[in-house]
């Protein structure tokens, strides 16, 4: 059966280049990186290259690049760090931020008793920045948590703004940039962020591996006690072969980047094209949207909507769920639940991500097998 993945904002498939260094560094680097001796310190070098290459794509310090596991365990330590040890009274967040920083802000609110307030989000899943301005002229010590890409709708928030305003009121900022790292140029230099995470599987790179921006300067309290890896701020031995693969993954995502931008967005305007083709009332879900993410509202009965995702599997078809109600027992989609009327989000809605593996054929035929249904 034809396989068609297209579901690139959920993870993406690692490049063989990657897979290469892994097996490469698991061969002849697999020396404990504390170890004084040459093997270790083998690995230990392999481990400061991959930081070094990673802090040159986002123009940082390689002392500013700390690995860790995901990218939900780095949002985690630095709000739950920012709330305990650099005095945060306060968070301002959205709805529509991914559950590893909106289910982290609640947990924090319910065990410091922190003030938390969420920008409000337009039916394009635009940010209200006015909201924000004006809740950053209050006088409380405040980390700002916003993401860049929106991983559901692909919307993307004005980051230069935001880390401005953040500055200009002594609000830390924390961004989640999960779905714009290896994908859009980041220059830490420019953008007043403090802290930013990622996750490598996002940029074709191995899972179980990510890594946390943090400002120099900024002291957060370790997230692990134990040895002292990751300036003793996340003890245990780290995965050699997993960072290097990441670094791998994101020189070559970098590396490929124009390329590999035109070509995916030519794909997802041709999605467009051929979906509005096929149906004359398929809604775009967001405005000002990243260029390997569409989000549709399709106009098929409550009938056919409990049916969408199942035939698209049974076809070899991998896209995620837009919204409610295409299998019984799922939730809505927290972030289309802040966006769109009760109508619509009754209706199918399908979030199809792109990268530079898929081509027009892929794209034919999800749009043949959708209007088969
Ligand atoms: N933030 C965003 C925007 C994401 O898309 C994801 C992954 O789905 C995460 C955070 C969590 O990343 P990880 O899987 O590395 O924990």
Request: hydrophobic fraction near 40%.
């Amino acid at each position: 059966m034809q396989k068609v993945y297209l579901d690139n904002a959920a993870t993406t498939p690692i490049r063989q280049e990657v897979i290469d260094e892994m097996v490469k560094v698991m061969q002849q680097d697999f020396g404990n990186p504390s170890s004084t001796h040459s093997i270790g310190r083998s690995a230990k070098a392999v481990i400061e290259t991959a930081r070094k290459t990673i802090a040159k794509y986002l123009n940082c310090k390689s002392q500013e690049i700390i690995f860790t596991a995901t990218a939900t365990e780095a949002t985690n330590w630095i709000l739950r760090s920012a709330v305990k040890d650099l005095g945060v009274k306060r968070i301002i967040s959205s709805r529509v931020e991914h559950h590893a920083t909106l289910y982290t802000v609640l947990a924090l609110q319910e065990e410091f008793g922190i003030q938390v307030e969420f920008v409000n989000v337009s039916s394009a899943g635009t940010l209200d920045y006015h909201q924000l301005a004006g809740l950053l002229t209050d006088e409380i010590k405040t980390i700002v948590s916003l993401m860049h890409v929106n991983n559901e709708t692909g919307v993307i928030n004005d980051i230069s703004r935001i880390g401005a305003m953040c500055q200009q009121n002594m609000a830390f900022f924390h961004c989640d940039t999960v779905q714009s790292v290896g994908k859009t140029d980041l220059d830490l230099q420019q953008l007043p962020i403090d802290f930013i995470v990622a996750s490598a599987h996002k940029f074709h790179g191995p899972k179980g591996i990510g890594f946390a921006f943090v400002r120099k300067n900024l002291v957060l309290q370790p997230m692990l006690f134990g040895g002292e890896q990751e300036k003793g701020w996340r003890a245990g031995t780290e995965a050699v072969h997993q960072i290097a693969g990441m670094a791998k993954a994101l020189e070559l995502s970098y590396e490929n980047l124009n390329e590999e931008i035109n070509y995916i967005a030519d794909l997802k305007s041709y999605c467009w094209q051929q979906l509005q083709a096929a149906f004359q009332e398929v809604k775009e879900n967001g405005t000002t949207t990243f260029y390997n993410i569409l989000n549709v509202l399709l106009p098929f009965s409550e009938e056919k909507t409990t049916m969408i995702l199942f035939h698209l599997d049974m076809k070899g078809i991998a896209v995620s769920r837009g919204s409610a109600c295409q299998s019984g027992s799922a939730k809505p989609s927290h972030v289309l639940a802040e966006m769109l009327s009760d109508e619509d989000l009754k209706k199918p809605s399908l979030r199809i991500s792109f990268s530079h593996y898929n081509t027009k054929d892929d794209i034919d035929y999800l749009v043949e097998t959708l209007k088969s249904i």
